[in-house]
């Protein structure tokens, strides 16, 4: 087997194994942004790679011949006890993946079909962990150092942590409706107060979440995340309040839950929304009585969280609607933020870009790139439906695209050019109609739109646009001036 490429020393290293090449190519599509990436096809694949690499976190399959996961996994506690482990299986294997859970300690287990998400968050997570690890290590070694190099490395630690997830470091363009947002969360940090926080996917809501916690007096505790969404309630319980040995079959071991690892520091309950009643029964106990019961346990276990809890849906009308409970919802919502979408902060959409461009093109191993005035206009005008994510995608394509170091606004897709959403476009046909007007103002609107999209993809060459359109230069230059658009 060939010797891996030279990998990134500033990215945490994720081994995935899985005998699926599809399934592989998946995962590192999810995960490769975020962190250097090693696949291997089969155990003995991961156990070379284990031995010449320092793995931080590794995904195995359940399924693979000769060797399950969770078999896998047991010989990778004992060679590699450093590796945190996650499995991931489907639905009907639960029960052998229960049953191994603890021999084989796995930190986590993701069911298929599985949400990118939440696959990344749970990795991200992990890496959090494996770095918790690490850090103990390093005090126990501090601490025989003695006291001063304990506390100048907890003083340099702190410092790191705070640069790294300052509110400044939220992206904004000077005058942002963010601004209030972040100084009022900034307030708010310091207090123990549990937390709201509303947007649609894609607005932030992670990164705000943990602006707050390293601004806030718990920062030398850990930051625990759970999308709610992505496990069922049976597991999610266990995920979080964790349970006893014997409390199932299979729980040969006692298992801790987020909330445990989170003691001192802060859990963040992404997609709150979408749990069950009968979940949130269990959780508003927790979080009004500061204790837990962990699954099949007689006894209660104090825990100090401070919980910040996030969702896309309108929880005021999911209370009245008596889809989530009233008495829950008054106990996270103690501050509620609202994260505004990119279309209502369009003068952020630039400096958002630059960033998400300057970082797209370091893990893509391409050179500085810059945006055309074209490509700006563009990026301003599409209402980003899909909020970062969907603006971070159509960056990676146009910067794939690109035959030079500036991208323009050629380079981005139709669906940009014609200003329109895809949700619009799959609808209404390849151009949106307007909604309201007479139909000649229809026509104009469709045949503006047609004028603007054909010459920002050609650059505003009036000879190309004429001959693509059918139009003489000057039939082409009137209708420009007609519908304002001879002014770049």
């Known amino acids: 087997m ?63 011949p000769g060797c399950s996961g969770v078999d896998f996994l047991k010989q990778v506690r004992e060679r590699w006890p450093e590796v945190v482990r996650i499995v991931i299986s489907g639905y009907a294997d639960s029960e052998d993946i229960i049953a191994g859970v603890n021999e084989a300690g796995i930190y986590q287990y993701v069911l298929k079909p599985w949400v990118p998400e939440h696959l990344l968050g749970t ?10 690890q690490h850090g103990l290590h390093r005090l126990e070694i501090d601490l025989r150092a003695g006291t001063p190099a304990l506390r100048a490395r907890r003083t340099e630690k702190l410092r790191e942590a705070r640069n790294v997830f300052d509110f400044e470091r939220i992206v904004r363009a000077e005058g942002s409706p963010l601004d209030a947002l972040c100084d009022m969360a900034a307030r708010i ?95 508003l106990r927790v979080l009004q009585e500061g204790e837990l019961r962990p699954v099949g346990a007689t006894r209660s276990i104090p825990v100090d969280v401070r919980v910040i809890a996030a969702t896309h849906r309108v929880l005021e009308d999911d209370v009245r609607a008596g889809r989530f409970r009233e008495d829950l919802y008054y106990r996270i919502a103690g501050v509620t933020l609202g994260m505004p979408p990119l279309r209502e902060r369009p003068g952020d959409v630039v400096p958002i870009a630059e960033r998400v461009l300057a970082d797209v093109a370091q893990e893509l191993g391409r050179p500085s790139a810059r945006f055309d005035d074209d490509a700006r206009a563009v990026l301003m005008s599409y209402p980003w439906p899909g909020n970062i994510r969907e603006l971070r995608n159509e960056i990676g394509r146009a910067l794939a695209l690109a035959e030079g170091p500036e991208l323009r606004a050629s380079d981005f897709s ?22 309201s007007g007479t139909l000649q103002e229809r ?9 603007r999209e054909v010459m920002l993809r050609h650059r505003w060459n009036k000879t190309k646009a004429a001959q693509e359109l059918g139009l003489s230069r000057v039939g082409l230059r009137a209708k420009l001036l007609r519908f304002g658009l001879e002014a770049r």
């Open 123 to 132: 990795v991200k997570t992990a890496v959090e962990a494996s770095n918790l």
């Open 414 to 435: 139709r669906k940009l050019l014609e200003g329109q959403t895809g949700a619009a476009s799959a609808a209404q046909g390849p151009r949106a109609l307007p909604a």
């Open 189 to 283: 940090a310091r207090y123990d107060l549990s937390v709201l926080i509303l947007g649609e996917s894609g607005t932030g809501k992670e990164l705000m979440a943990r602006a707050i916690h390293y601004a806030s007096p718990r920062i030398t505790g850990p930051f625990v995340v759970e999308n709610c969404a992505a496990i069922p309630d049976t597991l999610l319980e266990s995920e979080l309040f964790g349970h006893k040995r014997g409390a199932f079959t299979g729980a040969v071991e006692d298992h801790i839950g987020l909330f445990q690892r989170a003691h001192g520091g802060t859990v963040f309950l992404d997609e709150i929304g979408e749990t069950s009643p009968s979940f949130q029964v269990k959780l």
């Open 2 to 64: 060939n010797a891996p490429e030279p990998l990134p020393d500033d990215l945490p290293l994720v081994l995935l194994v899985d005998d699926e090449v599809r399934s592989l190519q998946a995962m590192r599509r999810t995960l490769d942004e975020d962190f250097s990436i090693l696949t291997a096809s089969d155990a003995e694949q991961a156990r070379d790679l284990l031995e010449r690499h320092a793995v931080a976190v590794i995904l195995c399959d359940q399924r693979m």
């Open 443 to 451: 026509l104009d609107a469709i045949e503006a739109m047609v004028l």
